[in-house]
């Protein structure tokens, strides 16, 4: 990505920022890479987006100092010994005024100077932590422009918005993600699984063949799940052999950062009627879900078709989750795709759609896919393994 996509996505954060004078600070790893191409991992320390008015300040310890000054924007850079309050309160001398060395003075000498007052706070609360919640507040009040509580706003409600709807080279970023993802799948159920092996190692199977696409890291543990052990919905891979029956994978991982998810169910052996039947009717609620999907329609109206679909078959009291999420810089994003969504499906938009039927003691199944919103509103699906039950259905000693 070149550098006017990052200044127009920085753009149009600073326009909804302005619009309500708010102050920002976005610190997460995914955001700040959305809006400036870097990939920043501050562990303990903290790195931050400071943002307000339109302009900009990056606020980071002094061993990132270089890494960030390539985004041309403004650094406030701090030793491993210094007060987080204290660099805070700098940054927002900086920020809001840099002529006002006055100000900063008198702030210096330990008097309380009466900065601007901003009609509120926006911060990423799910992400950011007590401490440096705590540390922005006191520097607020040093700065004289204490912040009532209500005033402390949700940033990601603000940026999601706008991450949800991809460009065309996230779009690239994500289609590619899931031409490999289905890929790696494919090759080990054609080529690596076999009876003797355990869960743990189909997982090994995956990753090795993703670590030689290139793929450094999951989006999350791989799941693979056998038999009875299938109806946990996000249990973790064991030592367990894989039996006949059920046998659920579900797998992840990013292209330049951008995630693709999929599952697959699969059954090892000649089928219980039961067993048959529940993956039947997984595989018909997906296909009415993605068949429903058009422009305008509120995300709510898919879980609502899948839910039904799963009703007329008996299943729905054992789907137990929501029927999908979006896909982007984080494995979940926005949109949530519950029955009470009322967010509306647009261009751009890309998401998972995954109904399942767990019941324990027998086993589950969950069929997940990937979708892409086109201008036209065309519907993509971007995983490619197949789902017809020939494929499915894998003999097995």
Do not use: C
């Not at 999908?324 to 938009?349: D, K, N, V």
């Not at 199944?365 to 499915?392: C, P, Q």
């Amino acid at each position: 990505m070149n550098n006017t996509t990052f200044h127009r996505r920085q753009h149009l954060l600073h326009m909804s920022l302005k619009a309500s004078s708010l102050f920002g600070m976005v610190t997460s790893r995914e955001t700040l890479y959305y809006l400036t191409g870097l990939f920043l991992e501050g562990h303990e320390r903290l790195i931050a987006l400071l943002m307000y008015h339109g302009r900009a300040l990056w606020v980071v310890p002094k061993l990132e100092e270089e890494t960030v000054s390539v985004t041309g924007l403004p650094v406030e850079s701090y030793s491993d010994d210094a007060s987080f309050e204290d660099v805070l309160t700098r940054a927002l001398f900086r920020l809001t005024d840099a002529s006002n060395l006055e100000s900063m003075g008198a702030w210096a000498d330990g008097q309380l100077v009466q900065g601007k007052l901003w009609g509120g706070v926006a911060v990423e609360k799910k992400l950011l932590s007590l401490f440096f919640a705590e540390q922005l507040e006191a520097a607020l009040l040093r700065y004289g422009s204490p912040i009532p509580s209500a005033q402390w706003l949700d940033l990601d409600e603000i940026i999601a918005m706008q991450r949800m709807v991809k460009d065309t080279e996230e779009q690239k970023y994500l289609e590619e993600a899931a031409r490999r993802l289905s890929s790696v799948l494919d090759m080990v159920i054609a080529e690596d699984l076999k009876p003797g092996m355990r869960e743990i190692d189909v997982v090994q199977a995956i990753e090795a063949r993703a670590r030689r696409m290139g793929i450094r890291e999951m989006s999350f543990p791989t799941i693979v799940l056998s038999g009875a052990r299938s109806s946990l919905p996000h249990g973790t891979s064991s030592e367990a052999l894989i039996e006949a029956g059920f046998l659920l994978i579900d797998l992840g991982f990013a292209v330049e950062g951008y995630h693709a998810d999929m599952t697959r169910t699969y059954i090892l052996g000649t089928p219980e009627a039961r067993s048959l039947d529940m993956l039947k009717a997984v595989l018909e609620a997906q296909e009415k879900a993605i068949r429903h999907i058009r422009l305008g329609l509120p995300y709510g109206e898919l879980d609502q078709v899948a839910r039904a679909a799963l009703h007329e078959r008996g299943y729905d009291a054992y789907f137990t989750h929501r029927l999908g999420h979006g896909l982007g810089l984080s494995i979940h994003e926005r949109p949530s795709i519950h029955g009470r969504q009322t967010l509306t499906i647009a261009p751009g938009h890309v998401f998972t759609i995954e109904p399942g039927i767990y019941i324990p003691d027998v086993g589950g199944v969950r069929i997940e896919d990937d979708v892409l919103i086109g201008v036209d509103g065309t519907v993509k699906l971007l995983t490619t393994s197949s789902k017809k039950l020939d494929d499915l259905i894998r003999p097995w000693p």
